[in-house]
């Protein structure tokens, strides 16, 4: 009887820790999910910022082919107008400015006040027209840095 009772009680133990086993497993496969779930979240994720990059690559690669374009012209350009002597435009100006100045600067350099005029569009540079070396130095266009810190001084 007594031997009975024992292997009962070994045997309800054996099924408790059964059942723990069974929890502890089924908290294992739960935790797998969940980690399945975050390295499926975590491709997507990877995948789409892998498209981004390739997609900024692109278009950094076609602005820097514009760019280089550009840059060909602009000096193709000032070759054509000015021959080696080409008008030093400040880096800080923008460049649908420093394309006004060097058109304004063919134009002075040709004597030619009335496209100066028209390309002169506020009216600002035309009365100074006749004063061609204080325009050149309004327009940064000499290399002497006293002459370009006096005039915009001036202006």
């Known amino acids: 009887m007594a031997q009975n009772k024992k292997i009962e009680t070994l045997r309800l133990q054996l099924d408790e820790t059964n059942q723990e086993l069974k ?15 975050q390295k499926k979240e975590l491709l997507k994720v990877t995948y789409n910022l892998e498209l981004e990059r390739k ?9 820097n082919e514009k760019l280089k374009y550009t840059d060909s012209m602009v000096f193709t350009n000032e070759s054509r107008l000015f021959g080696e002597r080409a008008p030093v435009v400040d880096s800080s100006i923008p460049s649908d400015l420093s394309s006004t100045i060097t058109e304004l600067f063919a134009a002075m350099q ?29 327009l940064w266009i000499q290399n002497d840095p006293n002459h370009r810190a006096v005039a915009v001084k001036e202006w």
């Open 23 to 37: 929890e502890k497993k089924d908290e294992i496969n739960t935790t797998k999910s969940e980690i399945n779930a």
């Open 55 to 63: 997609a900024y690559e692109e278009k950094n690669k076609v602005l």
């Open 110 to 138: 040709n004597n030619d006040a009335a496209k100066f005029a028209v390309l002169d569009k506020k009216g600002v540079l035309t009365s100074f027209y006749k004063k061609r070396d204080m325009v050149e130095k309004i």
